[in-house]
């Protein structure tokens, strides 16, 4: 299958301070990831869907200012939490599919942010 | 929001026997993956079942899918404790990219 793979697997930032999280798309092209949340022991929750060459498109309630999706090329999503609190900290999780339709979407390993 | 709900929550059973979760969604489907997630890791996708099709099988695993109860199920045959993981379904709209919708899991505990 294809391979998303993401980085970094966990980061402990300090109050006040950006993190940025990247999703790449190895061995395929992806015009559109999708950034996903994990509280502890809930579900995944989408948060914005990344499209590359365009703005993201983010879901109800989510902070546009917050965490700020850039989708430069083909391959590369990054997810920027700004000013993070300690409220942020949580499992963060990008999917990206090779093609449209009802093709399986391949997950990255996720980023647990932990904010001291 | 949540579009699937899944049952049991929780589900504890011995190694070797079978394990049925079931999955409910609400809206209308392209298709649903089931997807295994152990504890604090990413996701593993297991198996995706389209709209037009009734039941799906990989390995030990048996799913099914009623579209006119919107209702999925996952069966694990012949359980093992490596089996042990939270799964979810996940629900595909109708054409476009994979914007998966979660449900909200089942977590499965197989006893050695």
């Known amino acids: 299958g294809a391979v998303v793979s993401q980085h970094p697997s966990w980061v402990i930032c300090k109050s006040g301070t950006s993190v940025k999280i990247e999703c790449r798309s190895l061995d395929f092209q992806a015009t559109t990831m999708f950034w996903y949340r994990q509280f502890p022991k809930q579900s995944l929750m989408l948060m914005a869907t990344s499209n590359e060459g365009s703005k993201a498109t983010y879901e109800q309630g989510v902070e546009k200012d917050k965490f700020l999706i850039n989708h430069a090329s083909l391959t590369l999503s990054t997810l920027t939490v700004t000013s993070a609190h300690p409220e942020d900290s949580s499992f963060y999780i990008c999917?990206?599919?090779?093609?449209?339709?009802?093709?399986?979407?391949?997950f990255g390993q996720g980023t647990r942010l932990t904010v001291v | 929001s949540q579009q699937g709900e899944e049952d049991p929550q929780a589900l504890s059973i011995q190694e070797g026997e079978n394990a049925t979760m079931n999955c409910s969604y609400k809206?209308?489907?392209?298709?649903l993956q089931w997807y295994r997630q152990n504890s604090g890791r990413g996701l593993v996708h297991l198996i995706l079942?389209?709209?037009?099709?009734r039941e799906k099988h990989s390995g030990r695993l048996r799913v099914t899918l009623d579209t006119s109860k919107k209702s999925s199920s996952l069966l694990i045959t012949a359980s093992r404790a490596a089996d042990t993981a939270s799964y979810f379904c996940a629900t595909g709209p109708s054409g476009g990219y994979q914007k998966v919708t979660f449900g909200t899991g089942t977590k499965l505990q197989v006893i050695p």
């Open positions: 809206t209308s489907i392209n298709n």
């Open positions: 079942i389209r709209s037009n099709e």
């Open positions: 999917s990206a599919s090779r093609e449209a339709g009802p093709t399986e979407a391949f």
